[in-house]
């Protein structure tokens, strides 16, 4: 492949640069995933919440007033963070903080979760300038449009000077050989 080809190709976009952060922007992640029971049981296990509101479809359908299992609250902010790292901290030096996390509704088995992301604010770093800070509200809803999942976060990103010294779109990618 010569080297006129190997230019021509596009990477893929994983994450922004500082710049390319708009107050008021907002980006829809996509595709939305369908939650199975399977995902939530699995997730408590692996988080050792053996709550049986989660866990006991016998129990959720006597004692409680949704009548069935809800999903652990916390699968569904990680699933939301999951969803937003291609357009928002892909390219993240450090997730800084959490600043709120509200679970607004429910939800169930079969529920299908999408996510958006909204821009705040954004603060150029003051102790080096090849960074800065992103300040930014994920909303997760459901199928519906009903609203599940709400929080804020501050993500420290690199500003494309910092990518272009360390690599580029793609750092450590190493190129096709022949051999």
Not at 133 to 159: A, H, I, L, N, W
Not at 167 to 179: D, F, I, K, T, V
Request: aromatic share 10%; glycine share 10%; proline share 5%.
């Amino acid at each position: 492949m010569t080297r006129n080809t190997s230019q021509r190709r596009r990477a893929v976009q994983f994450g922004r640069y500082y710049e390319e952060f708009e107050v008021g922007a907002v980006y829809k992640h996509w595709p939305g995933k369908t939650v199975t029971e399977y995902d939530d049981h699995l997730f408590c296990l692996l988080t050792m919440n053996h709550h049986p509101l989660h866990m006991d479809a016998h129990y959720a359908a006597e004692t409680t007033d949704f009548g069935k299992n809800v999903v652990v609250g916390n699968y569904i902010y990680s699933l939301l963070l999951g969803m937003s790292v291609p357009d928002v901290s892909g390219k993240a030096i450090a997730n800084l903080e959490v600043e709120s996390l509200k679970h607004i509704k429910p939800t169930f088995h079969g529920d299908t979760i999408y996510g958006e992301t909204e821009v705040l604010d954004k603060t150029p770093s003051k102790s080096k300038d090849d960074r800065g800070v992103v300040y930014v509200e994920t909303r997760g809803y459901k199928q519906d449009g009903t609203v599940v999942c709400v929080f804020r976060r501050k993500v420290m990103v690199p500003k494309r000077s910092y990518g272009e010294a360390r690599g580029g779109e793609q750092p450590g990618r190493p190129e096709p050989s022949a051999g």
